[in-house]
């Protein structure tokens, strides 16, 4: 029998592993997903397609589905060309770009950003966080059921499913430091210019979720919102 639905989650997510070694990156992200976009063609299946907000340059953030990419960094050039392979070899499709995914658990043994940083509070080890860069943090579980919605509907088309905020990295930080009843005060600023990363990061590569908003039941949440939810699903 054969699916009616094919998810492709599946990523080289490391950045500058994508930046360094460039072949694994594109074996992985764009061969790796012709070859399931393929096997959805063959199938008839649905083809959702998990993508990223690095495939835009962060000079301007809130980014709608309908604005040009230009990635800056190898790893967001293949997640546009697996895009650009979804819209040419697949009749029905989502590509849904996300950003910044966190949640109650490990995926796949990779430590999340929240996870990460609770884990350091707790220890009431120091923090230093980036101050000059913005995204759209996303709660893993919204995006499971946003992702749900969109396969038992077959919606297809570009939508970005993220957190429905435009928050910077430490701002973000220090809010999931109040939530969980934790010392802010060990959260410090830092600019990019302090780490010494093998790929350039968007500045600005927040998400504007109005289509998601107005499309879908389960809609994106308010960071807040997001986080409280979070609070609750720890284990």
Same mark, same amino acid.
């Given at each position: 029998m054969n699916p009616d639905v094919l998810v492709h989650a599946a990523t080289l997510t490391d950045?500058?592993?994508?930046?360094? *070694? @460039?072949?694994?990156?594109? =074996?992985? *992200?764009?061969?790796g997903t012709k070859n399931t976009v393929e096997a959805a063609k063959a199938c008839g299946a649905f083809l959702f397609y998990v993508s990223t907000d690095y495939v835009f340059d962060g000079e301007k953030g809130n980014y709608a589905e309908t604005d040009p990419p230009d990635p800056i960094n190898y790893y967001?050039?293949? =997640?546009? @060309?697996?895009?650009?392979?979804?819209?040419?070899?697949v009749d029905e499709y989502c590509i849904a770009r996300t950003s910044v995914i966190y949640g109650a658990t490990p995926a796949a043994g990779k430590i999340n950003f929240a996870l990460w940083l609770l884990n350091k509070l707790?220890?009431?080890?120091?923090?230093k966080i980036v101050a000059d860069q913005w995204n759209s943090p996303t709660l893993n579980t919204n995006l499971a059921e946003m992702t749900l919605e969109i396969m038992q509907q077959r919606i297809t088309g570009i939508y970005h499913l993220s957190g429905a905020a435009r928050i910077s990295r430490y701002d973000f930080a220090v809010l999931i430091a109040s939530t969980f009843n934790l010392d802010p005060g060990l959260i410090t600023r830092a600019t990019s210019s302090e780490f010494a990363w093998a790929a350039k990061r968007p500045k600005d590569s927040s998400l504007n979720v109005e289509k998601a908003q107005n499309a879908l039941k *389960?809609?994106?949440l308010p960071v807040d919102q997001a986080l409280l939810q979070l609070r609750n699903e720890m284990p």
């Open positions: 950045v500058d592993e994508c930046e360094t *070694n @460039k072949e694994l990156a594109w =074996k992985t *992200n764009v061969e967001g050039l293949t =997640k546009l @060309k697996a895009e650009e392979l979804v819209q040419e070899l707790r220890k009431k080890e120091p923090a *389960n809609k994106p």
